[in-house]
């Protein structure tokens, strides 16, 4: 199928909420737990429209000290590029300009399933992420590049249908203990429909 290119950005907003879990001692439960949360939410078991990352993680397997929770709401710009691919753009940390950086999320329409992210400021990123796949890829800092392994245990892009994301990986940089990121990004129901209006 061939995309027609999209005219300028359009602006949405965004809600992007991001776990992040230290697994030292408790990867193998984390991970059981999580499957069978996934697979709860596949069979329709768990709404959709319910999901929340916190919500996964059992209190009795993980200590408190070992997880965060950060939510995000901001202003986004969505395009596609020249090659028909969706790009959604919003800022990080803007208000340390030391970490402050530019995101970006994109896939082809066509493979909904690849999804890449990228953050370009002060450290400089491009990750993928590709259900049950392990792709290695880098951090670029001031001093020196940074190895990273992403493991991504699953990719739910319904971003054309309903303007939802959720990604689930384990990230390794070099030799450092793995972290697990759970992450949630929705647009608001009535942008739903902004993502189609660029191919059309």
Not at 61 to 84: H, K, M, Q
Not at 86 to 112: L, R
Not at 160 to 179: A, C
């Amino acid at each position: 199928m061939i995309y027609k290119r999209g005219e300028g950005k359009k602006e949405i907003s965004l809600e992007i909420k991001t776990v992040v879990i230290d697994e030292m001692g408790d990867a193998d439960d984390i991970a059981k737990e999580l499957s069978e949360f996934l697979a709860m939410i596949e069979r329709g078991g768990i709404s959709d429209e319910d999901f929340d990352p916190a919500s996964l993680l059992s209190q009795n397997l993980l200590d408190e000290d070992n997880v965060d929770e950060i939510v995000l709401c901001t202003e986004a710009a969505i395009s596609t590029d020249e090659r028909g691919n969706i790009v959604i753009e919003y800022k990080e940390n803007e208000e340390d300009a030391q970490i402050a950086s530019t995101a970006k999320i994109i896939f082809d329409p066509d493979e909904p399933d690849l999804v890449i992210m990228t953050k370009e400021g002060a450290m400089a990123a491009v990750l993928s992420f590709e259900q049950g796949k392990t792709h290695i890829c880098q951090y670029k800092t001031p001093y020196m590049p940074i190895k990273v392994y992403v493991e991504t245990r699953t990719v739910k892009n319904t971003l054309l249908e309903n303007g939802r994301l959720k990604l689930d990986y384990t990230l390794n940089l070099n030799d450092t203990d793995p972290q697990h990121f759970m992450i949630s990004v929705r647009m608001k129901e009535s942008e739903a429909d902004t993502i189609r209006d660029l191919l059309s």
